[in-house]
């Protein structure tokens, strides 16, 4: 079995946001030179996603408006996680909706991939660093 | 390491509906020889939906409302996704609701489920084909 | 290849409720002797998660109160799986805004995580046995 392990840094300058990951997933797989297998790709931090879907400026649009309705940032007082000093309750909530990370088949050396999955990062509570863990095994 | 791929090809003539795979997953994993291991079963495309629950109609039906409630798919024109021409965005905010995905382990050579565990289809914008991938690693 | 499977019991004396079995799964992962894998744990019942999140009560309150909010247990009837003598549909709702599983990287022998990642077992129909599924597989 073989396996490579990778770590993107992620740093958005706004606190929510959507990164197109997939160029250095594709980079991780092939690197690993594993042909047939399984890719991992999560966030690290709990406060972000690793979601697959389409890179479509308006449908991110569209998770941006719905996710703030199904779990407003404000007013910050309503969340009882915010009584610790942080305001970031709600990135905690939109995780959960858009999931922690993704598990992607590797066959003939590539991501299996439909027409349009393209995988992404998620960040509701930026202007930090933060990781996203790559990990691939197989054969 | 052994590995077997499979393409289960969906095709709902409803715009939503739900599909037990469960039997497809299972000669998949018979068919791979795998004793021990781990399967993945994932949506290809990202306005459907792979994911495990009771396979009880009445329990599909509240899905199907509850999902309507909370990313309707009228009006069309709420949703800048739609702006290209599509009105499928509510299917892309569904399949995040419902996931894109399952791991499921495979133990002495079958699908290591809970007493009520069936796998699913969750299509949020058929009347077309679509595709579902099946893949085994183990030994 | 090498492969590990273990089943944990939880009974919640309440209808909800989160527990940490990060320490659980950690110690199968070292007694499974793999170097480089990965981990999957998932609920094996189809009304509790494994999810990923913070260890933080604040936090679970939040979760709690947004879960009622998004699909309230009471009025039972408003239910059609409810129609079958069960009260637990909003459960079955519950389970798929928090997730089935989770799919952890284990590096150099250990859980791969990032500084606040905490493995949690979610209930939302308690008060009987269920299991929790930890399978580690790699080298």
């Known amino acids: 079995m073989k396996a490579r392990t990778e770590y993107l840094t992620l740093h958005l300058p706004t606190r929510r946001g959507f ?9 991780v797989v092939e690197e690993s030179g594993v042909r047939e297998g399984m890719v991992l790709v999560n966030a690290m931090h709990i406060s972000a996603s690793v979601f697959i879907n389409d890179d479509e400026s308006g449908l991110h649009h569209d998770y941006e408006v719905w996710l703030e309705r199904l779990a407003p940032h404000a007013p910050v007082d309503q969340y009882r996680h915010n009584d610790t000093g942080e305001d970031n309750a709600d990135a905690h909530l939109k995780r959960q909706v858009m999931g922690r990370e993704v598990v992607v088949a590797v066959t003939a050396g590539q991501l299996d991939f439909g027409p349009w999955e393209q995988i992404f990062y998620g960040e509701f509570d930026g202007r930090r660093k933060k990781r996203v863990l790559v990990k691939v095994i197989g054969e």
Do not use: A, M, S
Not at 19 to 27: G, M, S
């Open 19 to 27: 990164v197109n990951i997939t160029p250095e997933v594709r980079r």
